[in-house]
């Protein structure tokens, strides 16, 4: 059974920082996409970021281009989401996602793209 745990949520002010994790278990994503989402209250959940299965590649939203940064550590199965320069409209819900196929560049993700989804950890901007 595919697991993915994210980690590393919390409440920090406007401009710091902040660093989530996400250790996934019952396979590996060593070629497959894997991704962040965010859900913000009363919003659709949306695009954050996405690393191909090597970690070579990444894409980002226009939103977090230049603050966030995307990375994994295949050896521990596990992705990554540095996140800088924060802002109050980055609070939400942060979910680590993986895909069954390889990163589309030139793409944009959505929900349906993902096939495995974290429960999700909370991140708080305070102004």
């Known amino acids: 059974q595919v697991q993915l745990v994210e980690s590393g949520g919390g409440l920090v002010q406007a401009g710091g920082s902040l660093k989530l994790s996400c250790l996934a278990s019952g396979r590996t994503f060593s070629t497959n996409a894997m991704g962040w989402f965010r859900q913000a209250p009363g919003l659709e959940r949306e695009f954050v970021a996405a690393?191909?299965?090597?970690?070579?590649?990444?894409i980002y939203a226009d939103s977090v281009k230049g603050r966030f940064t995307i990375s994994k550590d295949n050896d521990k199965n596990t992705q990554f989401l540095q996140m800088d320069s924060l802002k109050p409209e980055d609070t939400a819900v942060y979910y680590c996602?993986?895909?069954?196929?390889?990163?589309?560049?030139?793409?944009?993700?959505?929900?349906?793209?993902?096939?495995?989804w974290g429960k999700g950890t909370l991140v708080t901007v305070s102004s």
């Open positions: 690393i191909s299965g090597s970690g070579r590649t990444t």
């Open positions: 996602a993986a895909a069954e196929v390889l990163l589309r560049l030139n793409h944009l993700y959505t929900t349906r793209d993902m096939r495995y």
